[in-house]
C-alpha cells in the first residue's frame, strides 16, 4: 500500500466524492478557519493538500490571496476550472507537499480534513512540517485538521457506509494498528448502475501530545486546540483534533 496517495484521487474519487460536498458547510469550515487564524484582510494563505479546492475558492471570494498545492492533477484541474468559472484568481501548483519551496511567503498555512498522516513514516511527515514552517512568514500561523486518534479507538467501527443522491454506494472496510497507529482502508465504491470499483488507503493518526512534539522540532508553537469546525473545546470526545500553531 506504499504511496497509496498517488493513485487514491483521481477522477474516480471527485465522481464519489463531489456530490457530498455541501457549499453551506464549506462556508462554515472556512468561517472557522478565519477566525481561528484571526487572517487579516487580503492575507495570503497555502492550502496545503488543496483537493478540489473547496476553502481556496471560498478564501479567494473573501478576498484572501489563495495558493493551492496539491499531487493529484485530477483534484487540480477540477479546481483551476471552477476558479476560471467564477473568475477568481487562485494560484493552483501540483507538488509533493515534502517538496514545497515557499520561504516565508505565508500570512498562515492550512491542512484540512485529515490530509497529513499519508506518509509512509513518522519522518517523512516531519518533513511536511518542516516545509510548512519554511513557507510562513515570522509569527505565522498553521492550522492542522485531523482525525482525533482518541475518539477512533474509543468509537472504532471495523466497517461503515454512506450514500448519496446520486446514486453512489460507499463502502469502508477498515483496521486499525496500535503500533504503528495506522488506520488502513479498503474502500468499495459502487455506482448507481451496479459497477464496482476498489481503492485502499492507509493513514497515521497522531495523538495531540505526539503531534505538539513534532511542530515543535519544526519551530511551529502550539497555541491553541479545537474539537471541531465550531470552535468547541478539544476534548475525548471531539471527532477532530484541529490544532493551531505559530511559527516562532
Known amino acids: 500500500m506504499a504511496q497509496w496517495y498517488r493513485e487514491f484521487f483521481d477522477d474516480l474519487y471527485l465522481q464519489v466524492y463531489q456530490p457530498f460536498e455541501k457549499p453551506e458547510q464549506v ?38 490571496q489563495v495558493v493551492g498545492v496539491d499531487l493529484s492533477e485530477a483534484l487540480l484541474y477540477a479546481a483551476r476550472q471552477r476558479a476560471e468559472r467564477e473568475g477568481l484568481t487562485i494560484t493552483f501548483l501540483r507538488a509533493d507537499m515534502r517538496e514545497i519551496d515557499f520561504v516565508g511567503e505565508f500570512d498562515a498555512v492550512i491542512n484540512m480534513f485529515t490530509s497529513f498522516g499519508y506518509l509512509e513514516s513518522e519522518a517523512e511527515d516531519e518533513k511536511v512540517l518542516e516545509k510548512v514552517s519554511q513557507a510562513l512568514k515570522e509569527g505565522g500561523k498553521f492550522l492542522l485538521d485531523v482525525m482525533n486518534r482518541d475518539w477512533l479507538v474509543r468509537n472504532f467501527q471495523p466497517m461503515g457506509w454512506r450514500a448519496d443522491d446520486e446514486g453512489w454506494f460507499v463502502l469502508e472496510e477498515r483496521t486499525f494498528d496500535h503500533l504503528s497507529g495506522r488506520v488502513e482502508t479498503r474502500w468499495i465504491f459502487i455506482a448507481r448502475d451496479g459497477v464496482r470499483y476498489e481503492r485502499l488507503s492507509s493513514i497515521r493518526l497522531y495523538t495531540a501530545s505526539e503531534l505538539r512534539t513534532m511542530l515543535e522540532r519544526a519551530g511551529l508553537q502550539v497555541i491553541n486546540l479545537f474539537g471541531d469546525y465550531d470552535a468547541s473545546p478539544y476534548t475525548w470526545d471531539s471527532q477532530r483534533l484541529i490544532m493551531l500553531a505559530r511559527k516562532l
Not at 48 to 55: A, K, N, P, T, W
Open 27 to 64: 462556508r462554515q469550515e472556512v468561517d472557522f478557519i478565519v477566525r481561528a487564524l484571526e487572517l487579516p484582510k487580503g492575507a495570503k494563505v497555502l492550502d496545503l493538500c488543496c483537493g478540489q479546492g473547496r476553502h481556496s475558492l471560498e478564501l479567494a471570494r473573501r478576498g484572501f
